[in-house]
């Protein structure tokens, strides 16, 4: 496609445009999506810009191309790099390099960062964690995988999508056919003040949805990476939606929901590791389930209740107990959600005997190891 | 016609400090008639530049401001149902058909324009604003999708009302969620940080009428120090517009701690933050230059 045929108006092509507009399929390759559309309009602004002078060049295709911050921080580099590899190769056909390979991160670094932040301590140096892509999106981003740096954006990310998800959770109405029909007894008792004449109107209103919610969060050790993750979307989440009930557990069932009404996460969060001994520690999914159903399923479970347990299934107990258990809660709920993080990776497969025990009762499995993915609870909810 | 130049030119007239970048955004903006989508944290001057344009387009601003349960309605139209009953109740009597009523309350005189319909009906082009984006819902981000591209909104009762002039389209976000990519893909990206020192400190002497230069300086360093400090909810350009308005009113022109901390509350809006701060101040008064710094070895 020519550059005048691109841009319809009278631009004669030469090959100092040509090289410039090569660094298109350059970016292309690095991850940023251009598609003839984008291309174009890149094509298009040349037309009303000095495109001879590099540095305006660049910024006005800075300006068309990128679509994200993470995208502009990349470009400067990207756009000299390809400056770079031009002088490198002369004339000759630039040799386009695959995108590097992903790196993974040190999760020992994540780990020891995501502690830092619960203890409140905000440390100012950064330390050097590779991350998986320079494009991929926070909310897109692994758990087990941020690094230190982008804890604290993400637990903002989460709070805010969290408030979000229980605002709209709140706001949802029950099916109703006749919603928007003119509501006869409210209409003549809202006009009554000007004796009967009918000027303003009544609407009947939906019923609100009334779901209930159960969360139980897994924060033994193997789930440690995304314990704290969770607790702050439920802590978040609970700020909004009144109708919920909220358990942890690893060795034994704790019932949190009083304590997640505290002003200040970090001070929740220390108020639950004191009290709980197990924090961290090994997994007992059948027997903390099975306290469940004997202290609290008839108070909080019923045929309006939706519980959603967040856990990898990695059970150290009773097998037969977190069956039965899972029996009871599947016959007298709404519907059994399941969030699993492990679940996040593509050759996932619940083979473990915790999960594969439980499945039989799920109603929804689906995976909790992103924001994107807490996000999309809200389909289920 | 407009060039590069004459944007920025534009841009500080109205008194806005820019750098290459958003008068670059700007300008390619209404070349290309494209929506322009601002990002970054609160306070940095995003919703300024959609009030800016518009006084240097010498145009109309209007705005639409997103919110949690936003709906089509309150973006597009309303019918003013009271009058129009009122205006059945008053022709109750008259010889005219229900045709012919029904054509009259369904006409312009009962339509009540939101901002949306209202941009797109202007006889000069507007500049449309679309105020943090991020806090309407996924299902309003859609819809939006659909007018932005077609620049059409059909009236049930009326018919279809095409663009006269297709205003000029500001969306600003926070990042409290992130936007579709189809969204992000009609629009041109923008994303505004928190300024470097020199330039916080131009947007001081510039919009605080008799800021003192000592004073701007001091209040210019203080907040970047803040800013490196990792807070609840870190102070933006308005807060530190807000300070130094606060303190030229008081004819203060010089800072010291009594006074800090006196207006802290002008500058933190965290009891968290104005506690972290307290407890640091002393630090911040050394790296800022208002006390002397004290070798500590």
Redesign the interface.
Same mark, same amino acid.
Do not use: G, M, P, W
């Given at each position: 496609m020519s550059f005048q045929k691109l841009t319809g108006h009278d631009f004669s092509p030469n090959i100092f445009i040509c090289k410039y507009c090569s660094v298109l399929p350059f970016l292309a390759n690095k991850s940023f999506?251009l @598609?003839v559309?984008?291309e174009t309009?890149a094509l298009? !602004?040349l037309q009303? =810009?000095d495109y001879h002078d590099k540095? =305006?060049f660049r910024?006005?295709l #800075? !300006?068309?191309c990128? *679509? @994200? #911050?993470q995208?502009?921080n990349e470009f400067d580099a990207l756009f000299n790099q390809y400056w770079k590899e031009i002088a490198d190769a002369g004339d000759a056909k630039l040799k386009q390099e695959q995108q590097p390979a992903a790196k993974p991160v040190v999760k020992d670094a994540s780990f020891k960062s995501l502690k830092a932040w619960l203890n409140g301590k #905000?440390s %100012?140096e950064i330390e050097e964690v590779a991350s998986y892509s320079l494009y991929e999106?926070l @909310?897109q981003k692994n758990f087990a995988d941020v690094p230190d740096d982008e804890v604290?954006e993400l637990m903002r990310?989460i709070r !805010? /999508?969290s408030k *979000?998800l229980a605002?709209?959770i709140n *706001?949802r109405y029950e099916k109703d056919n006749r919603i928007n029909l003119p509501d006869l007894r409210r209409t003549l008792r809202k006009n009554l003040r000007r004796g009967g004449? /009918?000027?303003? /109107?009544a609407f009947r209103k939906p019923k609100q949805n009334r779901t209930k919610l159960v969360v139980i969060c897994d924060v033994s050790r193997s789930m440690e990476l995304y314990a704290a993750f969770l607790l702050q979307f439920m802590y978040a989440f609970q700020q909004v939606y009144k109708r919920v009930e909220t358990f942890a557990f690893s060795t034994s069932l704790q019932h949190i929901t009083q304590l997640l009404k505290q002003n %200040?996460f970090h001070a929740a969060m220390r108020l639950l590791s004191a009290q709980n001994e197990g924090w961290s520690g090994g997994t007992r999914i059948g027997k903390s389930l099975h306290a469940f159903v004997k202290d609290h399923v008839l108070k909080f479970l019923d045929k309006k209740t939706i519980i959603v347990i967040m856990s990898d299934g990695w059970d150290t107990g009773d097998i037969d107990l977190l069956q039965q258990s899972m029996e009871v809660i599947h016959n007298r709920s709404k519907k059994v959600i399941w969030l699993n993080p492990l679940a996040g990776y593509t050759d996932y497969k619940p083979h473990v005997a915790g999960m594969k025990a439980a499945l039989p009762f799920i109603n929804v499995f689906a995976p909790v190891h992103n924001a994107?993915s807490l *996000?999309s609870l809200g389909k289920w909810l | 016609m407009i060039q590069l130049n004459d944007i920025k030119q534009m841009l500080l007239q109205q008194g806005y400090i820019t750098d290459e970048s958003v008068a670059m955004s700007v300008f390619l903006s209404l070349k290309l008639n494209k929506p322009l989508l601002i990002e970054g944290p609160a306070g940095v001057g995003k919703t300024e530049i959609a009030k800016v344009m518009a006084k240097a387009l010498q145009t109309d601003l209007i705005r639409l401001q997103c919110y949690e349960g936003l709906d089509a309605t309150h973006a597009l139209y309303e019918w003013n149902y009271q009058r129009q009953l009122l205006h059945l109740k008053m022709t109750e009597h008259t010889a005219q058909s229900i045709d012919e009523k029904e054509q009259t309350i369904f006409g312009d005189a009962f339509l009540m324009k939101r901002p949306l319909l209202q941009a797109i009906t202007q006889d000069k082009r507007p500049v449309l604003l679309i105020d943090e984006i991020d806090r309407s819902d996924e299902e309003f981000e859609s819809f939006l999708l659909e007018v932005l591209s077609d620049w059409q909104i059909t009236i049930p009762e009326i018919g279809t009302i095409k663009a006269i002039n297709i205003p000029q389209v500001i969306l600003t976000g926070n990042r409290t969620r992130e936007l579709s990519e189809a969204l992000r893909r009609r629009c041109l990206y923008l994303y505004i940080d928190y300024p470097d020192f020199e330039k916080e400190y131009l947007i001081v002497k510039n919009k605080v009428n008799g800021a003192d230069t000592k004073l701007a300086t001091q209040i210019t360093k203080f907040m970047q120090e803040l800013r490196v400090m990792k807070l609840e909810k870190t102070p933006g350009i308005a807060e530190t517009l807000d300070w130094a308005a606060a303190l030229s009113a008081l004819h203060i022109d010089y800072l010291n701690k009594e006074i800090i901390e006196q207006t802290l509350g002008v500058v933190l809006k965290d009891w968290r933050d104005t506690r972290q701060v307290q407890m640091s101040l002393s630090e911040l008064m050394e790296k800022t230059g208002v006390i002397p710094k004290i070798d500590r070895a």
């Open positions: 999506v @598609s559309e984008e309009t298009t !602004a009303f =810009i540095n =305006i910024t006005a #800075k !300006a068309v990128c *679509r @994200s #911050k995208q502009l #905000k %100012d999106s @909310s604290e990310n !805010a /999508l *979000r605002a709209h *706001r004449e /009918l000027l303003e /109107l %200040d994107e *996000r | -």
